[in-house]
């Protein structure tokens, strides 16, 4: 049986971590942000829509 261990540098694991959460951290608010847009490019069809349909 092989006992082969792999040593683990816990301030890599941290750098590693660190950086990831910073990706997804840019990531999240830039998903933010274009949810942001659409929710205000709906709310502008649905007034268009709606003064369509009044005008009908």
Do not use: G, Y
Not at 6 to 25: A, F, G, H, M
Not at 30 to 44: I, T
């Amino acid at each position: 049986m092989d006992n082969n261990q792999t040593t683990v540098n816990p301030q890599k694991v941290i750098e590693t971590l660190s950086t990831e959460i910073t990706q997804l951290t840019v990531q999240n608010a830039m998903f933010k942000a274009r949810v942001d847009d659409l929710e205000k490019e709906n709310a502008d069809l649905k007034a268009a829509n709606k003064h369509t349909k009044e005008d009908k």
